[in-house]
C-alpha cells in the first residue's frame, strides 16, 4: 500500500514592494482605533473628576476642622517660608553635592562588591566571604546608626589624617551602607546572565575580565537599570540624614529656623524641596521601568 505524501504548506510571499505604499485600513479597523480612542478619552475624565472630588473633600475635611487655623499658622505660614526659602536653598546644594559624589561612589563600590561575590573557584573563597559579611552587615544596620558610628566614632579616634568634615564623613556612611544595597543589585543582573553567554565567550578565547566587561557586565547593567534609579531616588531623600552630624544641608538650615522663630514651616519647606528633587527621578524610573517591561515583552534585546 502506497503512503500518500503529505504536501507541505508553502509560505505565501507578499505581493507588495519595498517602499510601495500601504494599503488603508480597514472600516473594521477604523472603528476599533475609535473605540481605543473614546475608551482612553473617557478614562482620562473619570480620572480627572475622580481626584478632583477626593481632593475637594479632603481640602473641606482639613480646613474645616477646629485646630486648622493653628495649624495653618504654624506649620504653612508663607512669611515664614519666603524668609526661610533663601538658606533652606543654600543648604539643599550640600544635599547636592553629597548625593553627586556619593552616587558616583556608590556605583563603584557596589559593582565591586558584586564582582567580588561572583568570583567562582577555592582560592577567592576569603574575598566572597569578606563581601558577603560586609554586604549583610551593612544592609542590617540602620543609616542613621552608621551615621553616628561614622561620623562621631572617626573623629574620637584621634588618627592624624582621619577627616573630621561632617560631609565627608556623611558621605562616607550613605555609601558604606547604599552600596550593600547596589552590591546585591548589581549581583542580581550578574547572575541573571545565562551560564552559556559565559561559556560562548570562553570558547572564543575571552579570559574571565573580559568575558565580565564584553558580555556578562552590558547585559547586567540593561537589566538592573530601573533597580538603580529606584536606589538613587531612595539615596536623593536619605541624604537629609547627613545633618545629625552638624553639616549645614537643607533640613540643619530648616532646623535652625525653626528654633529662632518657633515655627515649623521651614521643614514643610525644606520636604516640598527634596519632593521636587526626587519627582523628576521617580518619573524617569517609571518610564525606564515600562520601557524593559515592553522590551521583555516584545522579546527584543534592543
Known sequence: MALRRRRRARPVLSTVRPGAALPPPSALELERRAWRTRRARRSTLVALASTLLFALVAWFAVTRSPGWPRVQATFFSPSAALESLPDIARGLLVNLQVLVVGGVLVLVVGLGTAALRTLRGPAFAPLRILATVYVDLFRGVPLIIVLYLVGFGFPALGLQGVPTSPFVLGTAAIVLVYS?????????????????????????????????????????????????????????????????????????????????????????????????????????????TARARRRQQSGSLL
Open 180 to 288: 550593600a544595597y547596589v552590591a546585591e543589585v548589581f549581583r542580581a543582573g550578574i547572575e541573571s546572565v545565562h551560564p552559556s553567554q559565559r561559556a560562548a565567550a570562553r570558547s572564543l578565547g575571552l579570559t574571565h575580565r573580559q568575558t565580565m566587561r564584553i558580555v556578562v557586565l552590558p547585559q547586567a547593567l540593561r537589566t538592573v537599570t530601573p533597580a538603580l534609579l529606584n536606589d538613587f531616588v531612595a539615596l536623593q531623600k536619605d541624604v537629609g540624614l547627613i545633618s545629625v552630624l552638624g553639616a549645614i544641608d537643607a533640613v540643619r538650615s530648616a532646623q535652625i529656623q525653626v528654633g529662632r522663630t518657633f515655627n515649623f514651616t521651614p521643614y514643610v519647606v525644606a520636604g516640598l524641596l527634596f519632593v521636587l528633587l526626587a519627582v523628576p527621578s521617580a518619573r524617569l524610573a517609571d518610564a525606564v
